[in-house]
């Protein structure tokens, strides 16, 4: 049985975030010690660690909440799985074409910038230009 700061300790988690993911329903409610104290077994630190790596993989609490709720069916498909795990493959996909149209201008603002002075500096220029930011370079909604 661990307590709740070698649990945190185990799995590279926050003591809050722990106890935040038990106020949710992410973790079970722990056993405990009669003087209150939290106690924690092998499934709980399972548990955690799968979390804790999921959200290392970008997934929402609800995409992990729902991947934990189809676990405890192992005799059914995958095919939900797979779905869930589509779904963050193509919201992945999207913030690496966003970042790429975020590079790319700036590389460009970058690029155009020539003036050894502040007060010619295209990139303050660009900057300052929401209108010209807002429709003509903005990353693309993916």
């Known amino acids: 049985m661990l307590s709740i700061g070698a649990?945190?300790?185990?799995?590279?988690?926050?003591?809050?975030t722990i106890r935040y993911y038990e106020e949710i329903g992410l973790?079970?409610?722990?056993?405990?010690?009669e003087g209150g104290q939290r106690r924690y077994r092998d499934t709980e630190l399972d548990r955690l660690a799968f979390i804790r790596h999921s959200r290392e993989l970008g997934?929402?609490?609800e995409a992990i909440r729902e991947l934990l709720d189809l676990s405890d069916s192992p005799e059914r498909s995958c095919a939900?799985?797979?779905?869930v795990a589509q779904r963050q493959l193509k919201e992945v996909e999207a913030r690496i074409a966003r970042l790429e149209a975020l590079r790319i201008e700036l590389r460009r603002m970058i690029g155009e910038c020539t003036a050894d002075r502040v007060a010619d500096c295209r990139i303050l220029e660009v900057l300052r230009d929401?209108?010209?930011c807002l429709t003509d370079h903005a990353p693309p909604d993916a």
């Open 59 to 61: 997934f929402s609490l």
């Open 130 to 132: 929401h209108e010209e």
């Open 80 to 83: 939900r799985i797979d779905a």
């Open 7 to 16: 649990l945190a300790k185990r799995t590279g988690a926050k003591v809050q």
């Open 27 to 33: 973790m079970p409610e722990p056993d405990r010690t």
